[in-house]
């Protein structure tokens, strides 16, 4: 053989397309070799490169320009050597549009009429570097009106920040930000409403799934505020079966709450409410989902947040499942697979639990196994001629997860494999044997979990012959990233931000019998982002309106910088469409085509697995059929949730300050770093009591996009303070109950004097008949720890936001607040 050549199946604007050329033992010294990339019918790109006899290298063409239209591309490679043509081939390439990535951040998820809408857009290749062009941004309204537009808008290194303000009127509902770059349109909603913003959060925390045997189904109810404290109040659960059958019958009970209280939600009697009206009576194994809500009403406004969950039943408490698996069968070669043991209700497995082993049972047949009688798999198994049995056993690690690996006899067809753990078990059944004309075979595995890029990982060969070296080539988004060839049986590579999300290795050599032996991997990566950039605050804690720094490190001078802190609060509306860890990864998803791989029976298969055509005068097996078998391995995401821990200790306040300022969003920043990498800003903290919310983003010429891990918060936070649970509008000459609300997290109750402010924008309503009753004034006993409310009947005089001061006063310590609220003329504006 002379030649193989492997082209990607797609051709994409902004990326090149690579060509990886091997000249075999036959081939002459030296071959010229020229790719072109033709565009109905005429030729748009072309590059032409030597290849030396026995070496293996890629042909990197020019990169199809950004504004290339869809059409009929094709690729042509060709080799000549000495005047005389080697070898031709003409494939198509399928046009693919998506080209680059747009993300579009906002500062918050919702907002009131008349406020700013802070937003961001950022524009990035597929291995993050900056994407600049100009674009055009256009914002809608909920009927698709026009609002305002920015034509050929230029960021820097990709980044453009604008904001507008909402009218004081506007239409309600979902709006959007539409962003159109290189002819194609980005959206991105919002929701104009009028709201209140809720102050406290409510979560359940259960076990994902429940076992047939437990007769209860429990859980943990938590309501907290967003500064920390817990809150105080009533709970009502509600159990109902999840069906698609019947109008399920729940089960409501309603307790008392302070920051967090046990539920349970008895299965016994959710069966029985249920079994008269299902379509499965008496079947007692068989089980529904359990949903679970919880509303926690606080006792001192009356206001209400709620929180639900879905419980799934599993027959046994521990789950086993294979991860990955050989999907067919390379006799003389090792099978190799991964299994993941987990307890049912997710908690960790106990170190006594992992005194127990898992057994592996493999059955190995030289039967030929038809996929038309897959039922009879069971009645079969007895008649089999040389089965042969191996009984493995393996001790659990912590994280449950156990690499699997035994030899493959050398005349085994057909595979089962059982793994067991205590009462669960699983079996997995490989029915193919991989097709090969010199029954040579070649396996390349890796041990690393959780590749990352910039990190180092190993890789190692085997083979049922002798190997002198192997070519390798590493695929992602369909471009040959990095190649090689090597003759040890173990090598390492170093991933690269580019692999992400889905790597493909791709190994190979030609025999001696001028056949091609080959395998591939398919490898997640997850490109490195939090090491960009960091943000931390001076302090953890904080007084409303004290000073405190924040200090952002990147690590390249001249970084474009976007910072957003928030109210935690706005969060419980909805989250903002922020640039996160998560959202970069589901993006750089969007590229991978492949999402599902055939079974792959010949080494013509391999190659299509890492999406390449090939072209070769050696011998390369097909699949003898061609229908798809067999699945994706999932790849599992995992997000903790992370409990804030609750905050105490008293300060002193001597001299009264007013708060007034209460911003949802407090910063919102674009700076660009300097010869230095790292930016320090001082800041006052707003006067809200909550926790705030920083995120941020950074973009440099050459390391790309960097994005914080997760959220740092700074606690905004004092020992006694005042909260105005106001409504979103009141109408004018129309009485409302003004309600003061007072916190006391002091050691010691305290005797408060609360005071509200007289003005001309509204007048108070007398409800005393006593001749020296205060109307403005009230006082009243708060316990430690406790909140109390005092209520002022008012009247509005005047329409728009009028301000409302309330003072409260006591021996140990006093608060002063500002609250504006909305009047409106009547309930029909």
Same mark, same amino acid.
């Given at each position: ?120 857009? #950022? ?88 076992? $047939? ?25 509600? /159990? ?5 059958? +019947? ?17 349970? /939600? ?32 606080? %006792? ?7 929180? %639900? ?13 294979? $991860? ?52 009879? $798999?069971?009645?079969?198994? +007895? ?30 067809? +057909? ?20 097709? %090969?004309? %010199? ?64 790597? /493909? ?54 970084? #474009? ?48 697995? /890492? ?67 790292? +930016? ?33 918060? $700074? ?90 001061? #309330? ?23």
């Amino acid at each position: 053989p002379t030649f193989l050549v492997a082209v990607p199946w797609n051709i994409r604007p902004g990326a090149n397309v690579t060509v990886g050329v091997a000249l075999l033992p036959d081939s002459p010294a030296q071959v010229t070799v020229r790719g072109e990339v033709i565009r109905d019918n005429e030729t748009i790109l072309s590059r032409e490169m030597v290849f030396e006899k026995d070496s293996f290298g890629t042909l990197v063409l020019p990169v199809l320009p950004l504004n290339s239209a869809s059409g009929n591309y094709e690729l042509l490679v060709e080799g000549h050597a000495d005047g005389r043509r080697i070898f031709s081939n003409r494939t198509s390439l399928m046009y693919m549009s998506k080209s680059i990535s747009v993300f579009i951040q906002t500062d918050k998820s919702v907002y009131k009429p008349g406020q700013d809408v802070m937003f961001r857009i #950022v524009t990035v290749y597929p291995d993050l570097k900056p994407y600049k062009a100009s674009l055009n941004i256009y914002i809608r309204d909920p009927r698709k009106k026009l609002i305002q537009q920015w034509l050929m808008e230029e960021g820097d290194l990709g980044v453009v920040s604008k904001k507008f303000q909402l009218s004081m009127n506007p239409p309600l509902g979902d709006w959007s930000i539409e962003v159109e770059v290189n002819g194609q349109v980005h959206y991105q909603r919002f929701k104009v409403m009028e709201y209140v913003l809720p102050k406290f959060d409510v979560m359940i925390t259960t076990p994902l799934y429940y076992s $047939l045997r437990e007769e209860d189904v429990t859980g943990v109810v938590t309501a907290k505020y967003t500064y920390g404290k817990p809150v105080k109040g009533t709970v009502t659960v509600t /159990c109902l079966s999840v069906s698609y059958w +019947t109008n399920k019958r729940n089960i409501t009970t309603t307790m008392e709450i302070n920051g967090s209280v046990n539920v349970t /939600c008895n299965k016994l009697m959710l069966q029985n409410l249920n079994t008269d009206q299902s379509w499965h009576q008496g079947d007692s194994d068989y089980m529904e989902p359990i949903e679970i809500i919880a509303v926690v009403t606080e %006792s001192l406004t009356g206001i209400s947040q709620n929180s %639900s969950t879905i419980i799934f039943p599993k027959q046994s408490d521990y789950f086993i499942e294979f $991860l990955d698996y050989s999907r067919v069968i390379k006799p003389s070669l090792n099978f190799i697979a991964t299994i993941k043991v987990t307890r049912s209700d997710s908690n960790q497995l106990t170190a006594e639990e992992r005194q127990n082993l898992v057994t592996i049972t493999a059955q190995q047949s030289d039967l030929i196994f038809h996929h038309s009688s897959l039922s009879h $798999l069971e009645n079969e198994a +007895t008649e089999e001629r040389n089965l042969t049995v191996h009984v493995l056993n393996y001790t659990v690690p912590e994280n449950g997860i156990i690499d699997i690996e035994f030899p493959i006899l050398s005349n085994t067809k +057909t595979l089962r494999v059982q793994a067991e753990f205590l009462n669960s078990r699983t079996d997995i059944g490989v029915y193919d044997v991989f097709s %090969s004309p %010199s029954q040579t075979y070649l396996q390349v595995k890796t041990k690393s979990q959780d590749i990352k890029a910039g990190k180092p990982f190993e890789l190692s060969i085997a083979s049922n012959k002798p190997v002198r070296e192997f070519h390798y080539l590493v695929l992602s988004k369909e471009q040959i990233m990095a190649f090689g060839t090597k003759a040890a049986k173990t090598f390492t590579l170093t991933a690269e931000n580019s692999w992400a999300p889905l790597a /493909c290795i791709l190994v190979f050599y030609v025999d001696e019998l001028g056949v091609v032996v080959n395998d591939a991997l398919t490898i997640p990566v997850q490109p490195v982002l939090d090491d960009k950039i960091k943000i931390s605050w001076s302090k953890d804690k904080v007084k409303p309106s004290e000073k405190v720094s924040l200090k952002i490190s990147t690590t390249e001078p001249g970084s #474009v910088i976007g910072l957003a802190v928030v109210d935690k609060s706005t969060k419980l509306l909805g989250e903002s469409s922020d640039i996160t860890e998560e959202s970069v990864f589901h993006e750089l998803n969007l590229y991978s085509t492949v999402q599902y791989f055939p079974l792959v029976r010949g080494s013509f298969g391999v190659f299509q697995k /890492c999406s390449l055509w090939v072209s070769t005068d050696a011998i390369l097996e097909e699949d003898k059929e061609h229908f798809l078998y067999g699945g994706m391995i999932p790849i599992e995401d995992g997000f903790g949730d992370d409990i804030p821990v609750s905050k105490d200790g008293p300060s002193d306040f001597s001299n009264l300050y007013v708060r007034t300022h209460f911003p949802e969003t407090w910063l919102w920043i674009d700076t660009k770093t300097r010869s230095d990498t790292d +930016t320090t800003m001082e800041v006052i903290v707003p006067d809200t009591i909550t926790s705030w919310v920083a995120s941020a983003f950074v973009m440099s010429e050459n390391s790309g996009l960097g994005v914080t891990t997760a959220p740092v918060e $700074l606690e905004a936070f004092q020992p006694f303070f005042i909260f105005l649970n106001l409504p979103y509008s009141v109408i004018r000459g129309e009485q409302f109950i003004l309600e003061v609300n007072i916190f006391n997290y002091l050691k010691e109750e305290v005797e408060v004097t609360v005071i509200l402010d007289m003005n001309d924008a509204f007048e108070i309503i007398l409800t005393s008949n006593e001749i020296n009753a205060t109307e403005n004034q009230q006082s009243i006993s708060v316990p430690s720890e406790d909140g109390k409310t005092v209520q002022f009947p008012i009247k509005p005089r005047q329409l728009g936001e009028i301000p409302i001061k #309330v003072t409260a006063m006591s021996s140990a310590a006093s608060d002063a607040v500002i609250q504006k609220v909305l009047v409106k003329v009547n309930s029909l504006q």
